[in-house]
């Protein structure tokens, strides 16, 4: 019977990817890792970043660093490759490792992760779950694949009286229900 878990999703398949795991008897956080290698800029970088960004919106053909803006003014998302299926009443948290920001200068700007029992296999993106992540530390940071880069928590959640709840399924991620 399935309760809840992880699965990997299926532009992942043959990545040789491996399912989170409890890195201790009583760890609470299942250790999520990065599919891929990606580079989180450092922060540092955002006053240049932003001088140019404001640069190039008065000249298009300067794409390339309009581009380099950009990647660096914005979090960067990793994918973990995963899907997690869990039941309605419960929530997938994703939050930092403890030595994320100290050791790496890792944070996750939306501070915790929420992951809907309903973004399990949406049909915009199978419910791939994505890690947002800034880099506070000085010089860029190159995650590897396999690093774990934070932990997942299920919770179960409570909803206020009268939650006459007639909302459609969820449809996709970050966004996906509006403004
Ligand atoms: O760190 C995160 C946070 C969210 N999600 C996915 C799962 C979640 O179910 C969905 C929507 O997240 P949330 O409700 O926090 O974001 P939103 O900006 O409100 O988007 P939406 O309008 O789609 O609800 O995005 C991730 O993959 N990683
Ligand atoms: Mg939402």
Redesign the pocket.
Known sequence: MKTRGFEIVSRYQEAGLTLPKRQTKQAAGYDLQAAVDMVVPTIWKQPLAKMLWAYCQKRPQQGRWAHWAEQVLKPV?IP?GLKAYLPAEEVLL?VNRSSGPLKRGLV?P?S?????A??YD?PQNE??????MLNFFPTDRLIKKGDRICQGIFVPYLTVDNDHNDAPR?????????E
Do not use: A, H, M
């Open positions: 998302l973990t994703l996750l939306n915790v992760g929420v992951i809907d309903d973004y949406n419910g791939e779950i994505f890690v947002q969820r449809q996709g991620g970050f966004g996906s229900s509006g």
